[in-house]
């Protein structure tokens, strides 16, 4: 059965210019720091840009953002998203709250649809969504329910976390998704490891973005972070 | 309806005399390395000691120790794990195979009880679970159906990662499972900031992991990694 929410968010997307998924097969390499920073650049390099906060796993992004309690989308014919630090916000924690019990199977999918079909976004050049680690149920739903959606992966330079991946990258290409590349994250030293296993998977290495403790203390301080190696 | 695999888990479970999963609501935290390395720990302190990798999202013990592709459990009523670095080694990559097609929704459950039905650990003083990240259906599967589990949690220093794990712990306290405590993985200053979350969750905080850049460069190899940090 159709799903007729499918129709609706196309239409709630109609006016984006161009949707950039930042994805990583393993949690906990910065995935959410890369789509804020990445999201802020575009920002202040002139473009209008939505960050959408779609990781049920553990929504961060309002953490680093330093998001106040009293900032919330509206209604108004759907969610209208707040704007913060220049950005046109939306997180599933508005959804799922602060609970500890986490969505279970087809819940998550629903939730993530129902933000998908009642969020306002209006004109945007880019919509940044900081992804749910790896490639679950929700992950597939997204995919086909988002057109026109490209992935930037994270990495960092440990060998455990490009397997994992990897795995996720031969999983994009079957599903012909487009990706734009890989990033380096958390870089420490100067080996070449990760641009030469990416170019053999015949990826984009986007770069490396040097390992800086900075990066931590910036937690709820955009300015601070946007003045980091990230 | 009751599994009929149930009791079967259960026998199969009756001469390990403690089980303890390593878990962390966040991954990358290095959950995995200190699983590892804590059953080398109690293996090398005379314990007869398994490990069992169930992080079905990226299982990667296999290639912490670096297990050889011909060693395999074998098939004698059930499966017997083979020996590695002295320990009894079993994982879900000998299920899923380096397959990049994740599991979906009810295969992760099935994929995890067939393996705990199958799996003949004999007498254990410790078994060691890596633990899938978070807490999704799988994991509250594993808790229905492995009686006696301690969970030992794993985080960073960094606050986005203890945010996710305590979000864990809560949930793991409303269920009445009982915590060991909390270990500080990738430390690279003196905060007490952690310990002192720790305590006020009322867990034992197990002490801090230094960061230490020889724990990548010991992949594959067990004899170094019981020489790093960690």
């Not at 159709?2 to 393993?26: C, F, N, Q, Y």
């Not at 961060?60 to 309690?69: F, N, R």
């Not at 945007?124 to 900081?130: E, N, P, S, T």
Request: charged residues 20%.
């Amino acid at each position: 059965m159709l799903d007729p929410r499918t129709s609706v968010i196309a239409e709630r997307l109609a006016k984006t210019k161009r949707i950039v998924a930042v994805s990583s097969g393993k949690g906990g390499v910065g995935k959410s720091m890369v789509a804020t920073a990445l999201a802020l650049s575009l920002s202040q390099g002139g473009c209008k840009v939505g960050l959408f906060d779609l990781d049920f796993t553990g929504p961060s992004t309002h953490i680093i953002l330093g998001v106040a309690k009293n900032v919330q989308p509206k209604e108004d014919k759907g969610l209208v998203p707040a704007t913060v630090d220049g950005l046109v916000y939306m997180s599933i924690v508005y959804f799922v709250g602060d609970n500890p019990a986490p969505l279970r199977g087809a819940d998550v999918s629903n939730a993530l649809i129902e933000l998908l079909a009642v969020t306002q976004w209006g004109e945007l050049d880019f919509l940044i969504i900081d992804m749910p680690p790896g490639i679950g149920d929700a992950v597939l739903d997204l995919i086909r329910l988002v057109k026109k959606i490209e992935f930037l992966i994270v990495t960092t330079p440990s060998m455990l976390a490009f397997e994992v991946v990897k795995k996720q990258t031969d999983l994009l290409c079957e599903l012909k998704m487009p990706i734009v590349g890989i990033i380096e994250n958390m870089k420490m030293d100067k080996s070449r490891l990760i641009q030469q296993e990416t170019e053999k998977l015949g990826l984009k290495y986007l770069g490396p973005i040097q390992f800086d403790p900075a990066v931590e203390d910036s937690i709820g301080n955009s300015t601070m972070l946007m003045l980091t190696a990230i």
